[in-house]
């Protein structure tokens, strides 16, 4: 169809040329359009939205929910062609968490809101975060609306901010990013290392494994346990949380992603992944192997 309106369009451009040429006075080419300026702040504005369902509920390592639900909502900015801001949130909260031999009562839910600054200098993207979590179930969630470890002074917090630094650097279709994470709440740090790679099967469908790892230092250790009014809090294996690691490897995540192209601007991405837990975290979560599986739908604008 569009070969054969070019096609018709030139016949007639033709045509009108034979026409003027014929005895008519010549026509002046018509003056280019004038391109006004649009008046914006920003050219262009990029959104994403995000939501999905994880099985269970693993960050950095420590397990906090079961069948999360969660959407988040993002929007870039593009203050050059090598600076972007980011703004962002999310809104987290469990469907339903097995505990204490019950299949209802305990509740978890979080907010994430995000604000950051990337530069792409070609090679690599670097980038610095602000992100604020706001627990209202606290940290550690509640049992029948009363906080569970409330007197710790990690379990029972309402909120925390991060400052981070992150980089990634491409490699066709390789992956390698790394992170830091300083915790203004607790002062501990944090340190991510990840890599991942993308083998395209088609235009819409791709199959991405993926491996990250983390180290911590004084970071949500559940030493403070001690504290707590009646005794020293013990964790899921038995042993006492107050005299346990306070720096050391949190865990090992291997993941394999599939996601697929539904369209120009809905990508769906179902993934299946393992967490196994490293010294900073095989007292506190329940198991130190755990597979897990998730799965959301991404929306670009």
Same mark, same amino acid.
């Given at each position: 169809?569009? @070969?054969?309106?070019?096609?018709?369009?030139?016949?007639?451009?033709?045509?009108?040329?034979?026409?003027?040429?014929?005895?008519?006075?010549?026509?002046?080419?018509?003056?280019?359009?004038?391109?006004?300026?649009?008046?914006?702040?920003?050219?262009?504005?990029?959104?994403?939205?995000?939501?999905?369902?994880?099985?269970?509920?693993?960050?950095?390592?420590?397990?906090?929910?079961?069948?999360?639900?969660?959407?988040?909502? +993002?929007? @870039?900015?593009?203050?050059?062609?090598?600076?972007? #801001?980011?703004?962002?949130?999310?809104?987290?909260?469990?469907?339903?968490?097995?505990?204490?031999?019950?299949?209802?009562?305990?509740?978890?839910?979080?907010?994430?809101?995000? *604000?950051?600054? @990337?530069?792409?200098?070609?090679?690599?993207?670097?980038?610095?975060?602000?992100?604020?979590?706001?627990?209202?179930? +606290?940290?550690?969630?509640?049992?029948?609306?009363?906080?569970?470890?409330?007197?710790?002074?990690?379990?029972?917090?309402?909120?925390?901010?991060?400052?981070?630094?992150?980089?990634?650097?491409?490699?066709?279709? #390789?992956?390698?990013?790394?992170?830091?994470?300083?915790?203004?709440?607790?002062?501990?740090?944090?340190?991510?290392?990840?890599?991942?790679?993308?083998?395209?099967? &088609?235009?819409?469908?791709?199959?991405?494994? @993926?491996? &990250?790892?983390? #180290?911590?230092?004084?970071?949500?250790?559940?030493?403070?346990?001690?504290?707590?009014?009646?005794?020293?809090?013990?964790? =899921?294996?038995?042993?006492?949380?107050?005299?346990?690691?306070?720096?050391?490897?949190?865990?090992?995540?291997?993941?394999?992603?599939?996601?697929?192209?539904?369209?120009?601007?809905?990508?769906? *991405?179902?993934?299946?992944?393992? =967490?196994?837990?490293?010294?900073?975290?095989?007292?506190?979560? *329940?198991?130190? =192997?755990?597979?897990?599986?998730?799965?959301?739908?991404? #929306?670009?604008?």
């Amino acid at each position: 169809m569009t @070969s054969f309106i070019a096609k018709s369009v030139a016949v007639l451009a033709a045509c009108a040329a034979l026409n003027a040429s014929a005895g008519t006075a010549p026509v002046k080419n018509p003056a280019p359009p004038v391109v006004e300026e649009s008046g914006a702040l920003f050219d262009s504005i990029g959104a994403t939205f995000d939501a999905g369902y994880d099985s269970r509920y693993y960050f950095r390592g420590l397990w906090f929910a079961d069948n999360i639900m969660w959407t988040a909502l +993002n929007f @870039s900015v593009p203050i050059t062609e090598k600076l972007t #801001f980011g703004i962002g949130g999310a809104y987290i909260n469990t469907a339903g968490t097995p505990f204490a031999g019950s299949k209802s009562g305990f509740q978890y839910s979080e907010i994430d809101a995000i *604000t950051s600054l @990337s530069y792409d200098a070609g090679w690599a993207k670097f980038g610095m975060q602000y992100q604020y979590y706001f627990y209202p179930d +606290n940290y550690g969630g509640s049992f029948n609306g009363v906080p569970i470890a409330g007197a710790d002074p990690e379990f029972a917090l309402k909120g925390a901010g991060e400052l981070g630094f992150t980089v990634a650097v491409p490699i066709q279709a #390789f992956n390698i990013y790394a992170g830091y994470y300083y915790d203004l709440r607790i002062n501990g740090s944090y340190f991510s290392l990840g890599a991942d790679y993308t083998f395209a099967v &088609t235009d819409w469908l791709s199959i991405v494994p @993926s491996v &990250t790892t983390g #180290f911590g230092i004084d970071y949500y250790t559940g030493n403070g346990s001690g504290s707590i009014p009646g005794g020293t809090f013990v964790g =899921n294996n038995g042993q006492s949380m107050q005299n346990g690691p306070t720096s050391g490897f949190t865990h090992v995540l291997y993941t394999l992603a599939v996601p697929v192209k539904l369209t120009k601007s809905v990508t769906w *991405t179902t993934y299946a992944a393992l =967490n196994h837990g490293e010294k900073l975290r095989t007292q506190i979560n *329940t198991t130190q =192997n755990e597979i897990y599986w998730g799965t959301k739908l991404s #929306f670009a604008f």
